[in-house]
């Protein structure tokens, strides 16, 4: 039987832009910053 | 509905998620955080704005794409390929490319840039008059809709109108009639723009749009009666 791939876990998102700007510059790592809408 | 259609598809493609822990994932309702959208200069939506780490727009993905051609547009992005900076330095090589001078056109009004989107179309459909693209119809239906946004009606019908005259079988040919029809009514032309619009519904009576017209058509028709008395 073959073995099954891992699923990786899901996104964890950051919420607010100023922790997310934090985190970016702490980690030395670009932004993924989704604008989205509830409609 | 595409903000759904990136929620369930592409970020929950495990390749995607393999690719998001390069990055700090942030997600905004900008309906709420209205003050940061406006920052960004985010006009549609989903709009995932491709930031370096100090906060600065390396460049942007517009719309719904699936995990493969999302992620390769970021990476073009990170490389600095494919960017609207990238692009507008090859513009004066590239001046005469009607392909090259679309996408530059429509990259502007994903970044909101509408002076410099509309530049780029007006030079597109002199560089392709015989609609080889294809994309000529779309180009001035995206000119029309630009000027109403500037509220210059006069060109907005202007633009719609080449479609109706030139590209009738065109795809753009319905919402360029509605839009000479939403342009005269912009312009305070109520009696032309109910006209168009009773004419929409009439010649298309099937459509899926022909019912909206037709309420327009009874609004107007109400704004036009004189109230007794008055």
């Known amino acids: ?39 | 509905m595409w903000c759904k259609a990136l929620e369930e598809s592409t970020y929950v493609d495990p390749t995607f998620i393999k690719f998001s822990k390069r990055f700090t994932m942030t997600k905004l309702d900008a309906e709420v955080d209205t003050a940061t959208a406006a920052r960004y200069r985010v006009l549609g939506y989903p709009t995932i704005m491709v930031l370096n780490e100090k906060g600065e727009e390396l460049d942007r993905v517009v719309g719904y794409y699936r995990a493969p051609e999302f992620i390769s547009q970021v990476e073009d992005y990170l490389a600095g390929r494919n960017t609207l900076a990238s692009m507008v330095a090859e513009e004066p090589a590239k001046k005469n490319d009607p392909e090259f001078i679309y996408k530059l056109a429509d990259r502007f009004a994903d970044h909101g840039l509408f002076e410099d989107s509309r530049q780029r179309f007006l030079v597109f459909v002199t560089l392709d008059p015989k609609n080889k693209s294809g994309k000529v119809d779309d180009a001035y239906y995206r000119l029309a809709r630009m000027a109403r946004k500037q509220h210059d009606y006069v060109n907005d019908r202007k633009y719609a109108q080449i479609i109706l005259d030139r590209y009738p079988d065109s795809d753009m040919m319905k919402p360029a009639f509605l839009e000479v029809g939403q342009g005269f009514r912009k312009d305070g032309q109520l009696a032309n723009a109910r006209k168009i619009f009773l004419d929409y519904a009439k010649r298309f009576p099937d459509d899926e749009d022909a019912p909206w017209a037709r309420e327009q058509a009874d609004t107007l028709a109400a704004q036009l009666t004189p109230r007794p008395g008055a």
Do not use: C, S
């Open chain 1, 1 to 39: 039987m073959q073995a099954k791939k891992p699923v990786p876990a899901g996104i964890v998102w950051n919420k607010a832009i100023d922790a997310a700007l934090a985190d970016a510059r702490a980690n030395h790592r670009p932004i993924l910053l989704d604008f989205y809408t509830e409609w």
